[in-house]
C-alpha cells in the first residue's frame, strides 16, 4: 500500500508548494479533507488518524490542536509551524544539522521543520562553535533579505497588488523579538539570544542570510581559511546533504550570489569571507524560503520517514 500523505492547511502558501512537489509522485497516496467539511474539526481528527504522515502547514494554534487530535499512536507528523521547533520530543527537521541528524528525522514521529530565517545561520554557525572556533557566547548578529512569500498570504497579495510601487527593502522584527530567535539560539548551540534583523525585498522568493563576525576579541582568531575549513569539512561528513559550500575565495563581490538562484529547490550554498589582516569574518547562505525553508525541507523529512 502506498503511505498515505495529509497536508493539513493544503491551500496555505506552504501547503500549495508541497502539494505541487508531490503533484507527480507516484508513489504516495494524497489524502484531503472534501471541500464542504473543511471547517469541521471532526472531519480534520478523521484524516489525521487516518494519514501514516501529517503534514501541518498551519498557525501554531491550529498546529498544536491537530497534534491533539491525533489518538493513534501511527501516524507521524512534521509541523510546519514554530509551536514545535524547540519542543521536547521534536526532532529539528534539518537533516545537514549534524552527520547524524537525517537518521534522528528518519527514526522519529514528530519533526519541527525549520523555519526559513534560521537555517542559513545554523549552517554556518553550529559547525564553527562545535569545532570551537567560535564560543557559544559570541555575539551573533543575524542580517539578511527574503522574498514576500515568507510573510504568507497577506503580504503576497500586498506586494503583487502594489507592484513595481512595493518597498524593495523593508527591514522588520525591529522589535528584536523575532519569532525565529528560540530555534536559532538553541540549534546554534548559542547561549545567548542572537540580534535577528531581516528584510523583505520586491521578489517572490529566495533568500540570502548574512553573519557577520567581529573575531578580535576571541582568544585564538581563526583566519577565514579556518572558518571555511570546519564549515566545509562538516558538510563534506553529511551524505545525501544538499548544501554545498562554495570554495574559499577574496572577491569584492560575486553575481552568483543572488537570493532567488536557488528558488524552486531544497538546496543552499554557504559563503565564508574573511579579512585576516582586521580579524572579520562574513557568513553567507544562499536557499529558497519556500524551498529549503519550508516545502522542499518538509517533503526531503516527509522522504526521510518513510525511508525513501
Same mark, same amino acid.
Request: net charge negative; with cysteine; glycine share 10%.
Given at each position: 500500500?502506498?503511505? =498515505?500523505?495529509?497536508?493539513?492547511?493544503?491551500?496555505?502558501?506552504?501547503?500549495?508548494?508541497?502539494?505541487?512537489?508531490?503533484?507527480?509522485?507516484?508513489?504516495?497516496?494524497?489524502?484531503?479533507?472534501?471541500?464542504?467539511?473543511?471547517?469541521?474539526?471532526?472531519?480534520?481528527?478523521?484524516?489525521?488518524?487516518?494519514?501514516?504522515?501529517?503534514?501541518?502547514c498551519l498557525p501554531d494554534d491550529a +498546529?498544536?490542536?491537530?497534534?491533539?487530535?491525533?489518538?493513534?499512536?501511527?501516524?507521524?507528523?512534521?509541523?510546519?509551524s514554530t509551536a514545535h521547533r524547540v519542543?521536547?520530543?521534536?526532532?529539528?527537521?534539518?537533516?545537514? %544539522?549534524?552527520?547524524?541528524?537525517? =537518521?534522528?528525522?528518519?527514526?522519529?514521529?514528530?519533526? +519541527?521543520?525549520?523555519?526559513?530565517?534560521?537555517?542559513?545561520?545554523?549552517?554556518?554557525?553550529?559547525?564553527?562553535?562545535?569545532?570551537?572556533?567560535?564560543?557559544?557566547?559570541?555575539?551573533?548578529?543575524?542580517?539578511?533579505?527574503?522574498?514576500?512569500?515568507?510573510?504568507?498570504?497577506?503580504?503576497?497579495?500586498?506586494?503583487?497588488?502594489?507592484?513595481?510601487?512595493?518597498?524593495?527593502?523593508?527591514?522588520?522584527?525591529?522589535?528584536?523579538?523575532?519569532?525565529?530567535?528560540?530555534?536559532?539560539?538553541?540549534?546554534?548551540?548559542?547561549?545567548?539570544?542572537?540580534?535577528?534583523?531581516?528584510?523583505?525585498?520586491?521578489?517572490?522568493?529566495?533568500?540570502?542570510?548574512?553573519?557577520?563576525?567581529?573575531?578580535?576579541?576571541?582568544?585564538?582568531?581563526?583566519?577565514?581559511?579556518?572558518?571555511?575549513?570546519?564549515?566545509?569539512?562538516?558538510?563534506?561528513?553529511?551524505?545525501?546533504?544538499?548544501?554545498?559550500?562554495?570554495?574559499?575565495?577574496?572577491?569584492?563581490?560575486?553575481?552568483?550570489?543572488?537570493?532567488?538562484?536557488?528558488?524552486?529547490?531544497?538546496? %543552499?550554498?554557504?559563503?565564508?569571507? +574573511?579579512?585576516?589582516k582586521r580579524a572579520q569574518a562574513l557568513?553567507?547562505?544562499?536557499?529558497?524560503?519556500?524551498?529549503?525553508?519550508?516545502?522542499?525541507?518538509?517533503?526531503?523529512?516527509?522522504?526521510?520517514?518513510?525511508?525513501?
Amino acid at each position: 500500500m502506498k503511505p =498515505k500523505i495529509f497536508i493539513d492547511g493544503e491551500h496555505g502558501t506552504t501547503g500549495l508548494q508541497i502539494r505541487a512537489l508531490l503533484a507527480e509522485r507516484g508513489d504516495l497516496e494524497i489524502i484531503s479533507i472534501p471541500a464542504e467539511r473543511r471547517k469541521e474539526t471532526a472531519a480534520r481528527a478523521e484524516f489525521l488518524n487516518a494519514a501514516d504522515i501529517a503534514i501541518l502547514c498551519l498557525p501554531d494554534d491550529a +498546529a498544536k490542536e491537530s497534534v491533539s487530535l491525533i489518538t493513534n499512536d501511527t501516524t507521524k507528523v512534521i509541523d510546519a509551524s514554530t509551536a514545535h521547533r524547540v519542543a521536547e520530543g521534536w526532532a529539528y527537521g534539518f537533516a545537514e %544539522m549534524d552527520r547524524d541528524q537525517a =537518521k534522528t528525522i528518519a527514526s522519529a514521529k514528530r519533526i +519541527a521543520n525549520p523555519g526559513c530565517w534560521p537555517q542559513g545561520p545554523i549552517a554556518t554557525l553550529r559547525p564553527l562553535v562545535t569545532a570551537g572556533l567560535l564560543p557559544a557566547d559570541f555575539p551573533i548578529t543575524v542580517n539578511g533579505i527574503s522574498g514576500y512569500s515568507g510573510g504568507g498570504r497577506p503580504m503576497i497579495e500586498d506586494y503583487v497588488a502594489k507592484g513595481e510601487d512595493a518597498s524593495e527593502f523593508l527591514p522588520y522584527g525591529l522589535t528584536l523579538q523575532h519569532k525565529h530567535v528560540p530555534e536559532l539560539r538553541a540549534y546554534a548551540k548559542l547561549s545567548h539570544d542572537p540580534i535577528m534583523q531581516p528584510a523583505v525585498g520586491n521578489f517572490a522568493q529566495g533568500m540570502i542570510t548574512v553573519v557577520p563576525l567581529q573575531l578580535g576579541g576571541l582568544d585564538h582568531v581563526p583566519s577565514g581559511a579556518d572558518l571555511h575549513a570546519a564549515i566545509a569539512d562538516h558538510f563534506a561528513a553529511i551524505k545525501g546533504g544538499v548544501v554545498e559550500v562554495a570554495p574559499y575565495a577574496h572577491l569584492e563581490r560575486m553575481p552568483e550570489i543572488d537570493p532567488e538562484v536557488y528558488n524552486g529547490t531544497n538546496r %543552499m550554498k554557504v559563503y565564508v569571507f +574573511a579579512n585576516d589582516k582586521r580579524a572579520q569574518a562574513l557568513l553567507l547562505a544562499v536557499y529558497d524560503n519556500l524551498g529549503k525553508g519550508a516545502s522542499g525541507a518538509a517533503v526531503q523529512n516527509m522522504d526521510l520517514m518513510l525511508g525513501t
